[in-house]
């Protein structure tokens, strides 16, 4: 269980400040298919950066079961690090080395021994439908299958929360929608718990089971994906909806 | 007079690699630690990076020439004599270290922020980054930049034989300068352009085939 309990962070540009997350607080079960939406700017990145332990926030923080996130020091901070898998929007996968280095580049952190290591990535490599493709160096790849290498090596550790910055935002739709299916199929599959992070309305549709909509730092609104969509109440939430004004 | 010749080509290729090692295995560290320490770097130490920093712009501000000349009392202290191949070599690396340093500075420069955001969030440690992202994913660039000090290093190299540093340059020197045998001074200078031109292909032709980048 995640508590994110009244996090707040703004930034100081030279002569006014911005609030990029304004006391917002949630509860993620564990298991739970977790989409969060909003414009640009809106502070959904900001938010991942906190989640996945590379930001501090100003105040409030978040709970990790017992564990006080922003407390951790030195090795349990990195020991943290190691359980949560992120996916990036831009893939960064080392392009010197090959799908099958990519993927076992965090279980190496951790000096797992050679042949655990090929058990996993093996696994990793025909879970995520990537066979045949173990010895393809990222340049080799197109942006579907890059994505996919980013998620396999974001579940190689076996984490328990699996967070995804704009999964898919350098996709087409068809990748998208295979990149989406894949992602159900390892909530199905893992019951780890994912939290997604998009600015497409199609993507939070296509997957997730919650969803949260952030304006302007703020958590606008929280509910079942079908609840929030049916009947929206927040302006945000309509004019991602595609409400026009008027109509209302 | 061949042998002579064969001899200072061997001279300088020694003073050449053997500098070239030296100066990669000062440079590279403090190349790594003007990435690492910077404000946004993984290990940020402002203080130290502004030493390093001004430490590396003065010794390249020195004209090597000069700089050979003022390091006498030094070359002496390591090696004996301030002048002969090991006093070049000694001149030769303590020159090279900064220019390797800001080259390797920039190999790593180029390598995806996001790739060392990324590796940061897997929880790596600052010494897995450097070794595993940074070096791993700058290798075809470090490899030419070996190539890069090495033809440097042949030029300066040659400066070394002003002050009797041996091979070519100092054959170039003694022989073509002072005796006026063009002769000898111009196959020194054939000599130096094909090895410059050895060196640049065969390091190119090893950096494109590490370059994993193309398809
Ligand atoms: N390091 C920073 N320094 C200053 N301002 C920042 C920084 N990071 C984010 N901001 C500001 O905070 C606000 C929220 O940014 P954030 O990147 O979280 O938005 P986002 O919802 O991810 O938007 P997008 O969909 O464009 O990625 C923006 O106005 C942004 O300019
Ligand atoms: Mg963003």
Known sequence: MIRIENLTKSFKNENSRLVALNNVSANIGNGELLGIIGSSGAGKSTLIRHLSLIEQPDSGTIWLDEIDLFKLKGRDLLRMRRQLGIVFQGYHLLEQKNVYENIAFPLQLVKMSKTEIKKRVDELISLVGLNGKAQAYPVQLSGGQKQRVAIARALASSPSLLLCDEPTSALDVVTTKSILDLLVEIHRKTQVTIVIITHELSVVKAVCQRVIVMDEGSFVEDGSVKQVFTSPKHEMTKLLLGYQEGQL | ?215
């Open chain 2, 1 to 215: 007079m061949t042998e002579l010749l064969i001899k200072g080509t061997f001279d300088t290729l020694y003073i050449v690699s053997m500098s070239t090692l030296f100066a990669l295995i000062g440079g590279l560290p403090i190349g790594v630690l003007l990435v690492i320490w910077q404000k946004n770097g993984i290990a940020p130490f402002v203080y130290g990076e502004k030493i390093l920093s001004s430490f590396v712009n003065t010794v390249r501000s020195i004209p090597f020439i000069i700089l050979i000349i003022a390091l006498f009392p030094f070359t002496r202290l390591i090696v004996g004599r301030s002048y002969g191949i090991q006093a070049s070599i000694v001149a030769l690396v303590v020159g090279a270290i900064p220019f390797v340093a800001r080259l390797v500075e920039s190999a790593l420069a180029e390598v995806d922020e996001g790739l060392i955001k990324a590796a940061i969030t897997m929880g790596a440690t600052s010494w897995q980054i450097v070794v595993k992202v940074y070096l791993v994913e700058s290798v075809p660039a470090l490899i030419r930049l070996v190539s890069l000090t090495m033809i440097t290093l042949v030029g300066y190299a040659a400066m070394a034989g002003v002050v009797g540093g041996g091979g070519l340059g100092d054959i170039a020197i003694r022989y073509g300068l002072h005796r006026y045998q063009t002769d000898v001074m111009l196959l020194t200078i054939v000599i130096m352009v094909i090895m410059v031109q050895l060196i640049q292909s065969s390091f190119n032709f090893i950096a494109n085939r590490q370059d994993r980048r193309r398809p």
